[in-house]
């Protein structure tokens, strides 16, 4: 089942990425995180192929689950020479689009996980390997957000309905926590991953199509990301934990530029959808461009 799920969200047939395929396979590793070592296995595969278009899909998978599925996904892509095949690709000189992914994936990485010294030093070795070899990176914006949710110390379940009825720490809750229960570090850094999918979708849609926000995937992250709010405004006028209320009135800017932008393309004004705003964007994928939060490249006029 596994294999054969990884094989049709790397299908060459698939014009983009395959999203509800992508977030069930989220799903299924956040439920059972047993099944990540063959997904892993899988991905790596596919990165082996001759066909750019299915290496760009494996590499959107990839950065996918290790942006939603936390540690122990994280640690079958150190373990399991992973980054040493993307190193080998881009050493082959591969096609464009791949190459320049490969370099934005592993440098975004070995920043996250800490370098050197970090509990995977894989992806830190991996970039130097590659700054040995010359690489050139891509530019990244200095005000980019954080792009990967940090190792979970349980497996989350990110898209399910019913995701604000999940970690609650008090058994005894009044009625109105009850219908909002606070929100927990884990839970904020989960919205974020909920979100920059949904912002990646939207990046995907034409923005004069209205009737692409019309798939269900799409759909049910609106429906997360407008509970998720919800519970910002509760956690904001109840926490007396100063963490949490910074990180949360971050999250609840964030979530409303991402609902904006769904509402301009629903409401048929893409101008309002596409323009600039003065936090950096969180997109997480692109099959026509770099994966991972590098902002839009043709406004980058300077390095890190």
Same mark, same amino acid.
């Given at each position: 089942m596994v294999n054969s799920m990884v094989e049709r969200a790397t299908s060459d047939l698939l014009i983009g990425p395959d999203w509800a395929r992508n977030i069930e396979i989220c799903d299924m590793l956040n439920h059972d995180p047993g099944q990540a070592k063959d997904v892993v296995k899988g991905i790596k595969k596919k990165l082996g192929s001759k066909n750019p278009k299915v290496q760009l899909l494996a590499l959107t998978l990839l950065e996918t689950i290790i942006k939603n599925c936390g540690d122990i996904v994280h640690m079958h892509v150190a373990e399991r020479d992973v980054l040493h095949e993307m190193v080998r690709i881009v050493k082959k000189k591969p096609d464009f689009n791949v190459k320049e992914k490969i370099l934005t994936l592993i440098d975004t990485w070995q920043e996250a996980f800490g370098g050197a010294r970090a509990r995977y030093p894989q992806y830190y070795v991996a970039y130097q390997e590659l700054l040995r070899l010359g690489a050139v990176f891509p530019?990244?914006?200095?005000?980019?957000?954080?792009?990967?949710?940090?190792?979970?110390?349980?497996?989350?379940?990110?898209?399910?309905?019913?995701?604000?009825?999940?970690?609650?720490?008090?058994?005894?809750?009044?009625?109105?926590?009850?219908?909002?229960?606070?929100?927990?570090?884990?839970?904020?850094?989960?919205?974020?991953?909920?979100?920059?999918? #949904?912002?990646?979708? /939207?990046?995907?849609? $034409?923005?004069?199509?209205?009737?692409?926000? *019309?798939? +269900?995937? !799409?759909?049910?992250?609106?429906?997360?990301?407008?509970?998720?709010?919800?519970?910002?405004?509760?956690?904001?006028?109840?926490?007396?934990?100063?963490?949490? #209320?910074?990180?949360? /009135?971050?999250?609840? $800017?964030?979530?409303?530029?991402?609902?904006? *932008?769904? +509402?301009? !393309?629903?409401?048929?004004?893409?101008?309002?959808?596409?323009?600039?705003?003065?936090?950096?964007?969180?997109?997480?994928?692109?099959?026509?461009?770099?994966?991972?939060?590098?902002?839009?490249?043709?406004?980058?006029?300077?390095?890190?």
């Open positions: 530019p990244r914006s200095e005000r980019s957000a954080p792009v990967l949710t940090p190792p979970q110390t349980q497996p989350l379940s990110s898209y399910p309905p019913n995701i604000r009825n999940s970690d609650r720490q008090d058994t005894a809750e009044s009625s109105a926590e009850s219908e909002f229960p606070t929100l927990s570090l884990t839970e904020i850094q989960n919205a974020r991953g909920i979100m920059d999918v #949904l912002s990646e979708m /939207l990046n995907a849609i $034409d923005p004069g199509n209205k009737e692409g926000l *019309r798939q +269900e995937v !799409i759909v049910d992250l609106v429906e997360q990301c407008r509970t998720y709010k919800q519970r910002v405004v509760h956690l904001v006028n109840s926490t007396s934990d100063e963490s949490l #209320l910074c990180q949360g /009135l971050a999250l609840n $800017d964030d979530l409303q530029r991402v609902l904006t *932008r769904h +509402e301009a !393309i629903a409401s048929g004004t893409p101008s309002q959808a596409n323009k600039p705003k003065p936090e950096p964007a969180k997109e997480l994928l692109n099959v026509d461009s770099p994966l991972i939060d590098t902002g839009d490249s043709s406004k980058q006029s300077e390095g890190r």
